[in-house]
């Protein structure tokens, strides 16, 4: 694989080729994080809430944390696929306890979200009003 494409774009193509290793079973490093007040820093949360641990990166403190995550899980730079795997795994333990259902049943479908036939019609209504107003 060449050196030039991001960690996502190397993971997406180990998906495609079935060589993702990602297994629904693995073990989750996430644990809840309950501690009344407000936090002051960043550094007084413990690894186990972060996604993805090693990193510190994308917090699951509460239920607008977990979705946040799912969102920009496949943003995230500088992840091995394995960490990736780990993060969405934490995720889903993340999102079963705050009560959130995910669509997601693996990291290769974030960010994958094909536009509804609503938005579609939505975007060529407004391409055909702004060349109609274009024309003389």
Same mark, same amino acid.
Not at 45 to 62: C, G, H, I, M, N
């Given at each position: 694989m060449a050196?030039?494409?991001s960690s996502? +774009?190397? @993971? !997406?193509? =180990?998906?495609?080729?079935g060589q993702?290793? /990602?297994? #629904?079973?693995? $073990?989750?490093?996430? *644990?809840?994080?309950?501690? %009344? ?5 960043? %550094?007084? =949360? #413990?690894? &186990? !809430? /972060?996604? @993805?641990? $090693?990193?510190? $990166?994308? #917090? =699951?403190?509460?239920?607008?944390? !977990? ?12 992840? %091995? ?6 993060? @969405? ?8 306890? /705050?009560?959130?259902?995910? &669509? ?5 479908? !974030?960010?994958?979200? #094909? +536009? &509804? ?14 060349? &109609?107003? *274009?024309?003389?």
């Amino acid at each position: 694989m060449a050196k030039h494409l991001s960690s996502w +774009q190397r @993971f !997406v193509a =180990l998906i495609i080729n079935g060589q993702n290793g /990602y297994d #629904p079973r693995m $073990k989750t490093t996430w *644990e809840p994080h309950e501690k %009344s007040g407000r936090l002051t820093a960043q %550094s007084d =949360l #413990p690894d &186990s !809430v /972060y996604a @993805f641990p $090693k990193q510190r $990166k994308e #917090p =699951l403190t509460d239920a607008r944390h !977990v979705r946040n995550a799912v969102a920009r899980l496949d943003q995230v730079e500088d992840v %091995s696929a394995a960490d990736r795997d780990l993060a @969405f795994a934490n995720i889903q333990k993340a999102a079963q306890h /705050y009560g959130i259902e995910l &669509s997601e049943t693996s990291p290769a479908d !974030v960010g994958v979200h #094909p +536009q &509804s036939k609503t938005n579609k019609r939505k975007r060529t209504t407004a391409r055909a009003r702004t060349a &109609s107003k *274009e024309q003389p």
